[in-house]
Structures are given as C-alpha cells and as structure tokens.
C-alpha cells in the first residue's frame, strides 16, 4: 500500500529526492514516515511529518538537509536529501501510522513501503 521510490547512487554533497506513493485511505489521516537501515545497523527514524502536513521533525543527522513533505491530493509523501554524505547510504522506508502527532518510533506506524536504496559514494 506504500510505494517508494527515486533511490540510486549519488556522489558526497549531491542532492536526491525519494517519494511515497500511498494507497491508503484516507491518506490525509495518515502520519508519515521515513526510516533507513544501513548494512548491519537497525533501522532508524529519518524524519516524519503530520497528517495535514504543518508539522515535521527530523532525526537530528539529518537536520538542515533532508526536507520531508507531502501532497495529500497525490497521496505521496517526499524527502529531498540534499549535501548527501556517505554515511547517509542505506535503504529508505517509507511508512504511515494512524496517530494524533508525529512519531518517532518504529511500532507507530502500521504500514511500510518495501524500500529503496540510497548510495552516497565517497
């Protein structure tokens, strides 16, 4: 019911965008958020952004990069990843949770996306 897409290889400092395509309805109900899971490493929380979309907040390696957004009427949610570093590599999940704010945690959130990797070459 999530659909994400837009990974691929980029080299340090560069710019990519991935997005969310949800089926879920109605998606304007849904929490929004973006996990990673580096090789070896547990998932973690990325960013997030609320039903309406007023609201974000972003783990804080990410801050002053990463901008989450989303488009109700399109049903996708977007995370622009912009001065990208190696570090940043990993594959991307989009996820939907049905809650009254925005959440960090992986449990908020029932639905998740199958994943799309990100490769910041050095």
């Known amino acids: 019911q999530l659909q994400a897409c837009g990974g691929g290889l980029v080299q340090t400092g560069g710019s990519l965008s991935v997005s969310c395509a949800a089926s879920l309805r109605p998606f304007r109900k849904y929490i929004m958020g973006w996990f990673r899971q580096a090789p070896g490493k547990e998932r973690e929380f990325v960013a997030a952004?609320?039903?309406?979309?007023?609201?974000?907040e972003y783990t804080d390696a990410v801050k002053g990069r990463f901008a989450v957004s989303r488009d109700n009427a399109e049903k996708t949610v977007y995370l622009q990843m912009n001065s990208l570093r190696p570090e940043d590599t990993a594959v991307y999940y989009c996820?939907?949770?049905?809650?009254?704010?925005?959440?960090?945690?992986?449990?908020?959130?029932?639905?998740w996306g199958q994943g799309t990797l990100v490769t910041v070459s050095s």
């Open positions: 996820a939907a949770g049905l809650s009254w704010s925005i959440a960090t945690q992986t449990y908020a959130y029932g639905y």
């Open positions: 952004v609320s039903a309406s979309g007023s609201l974000t």
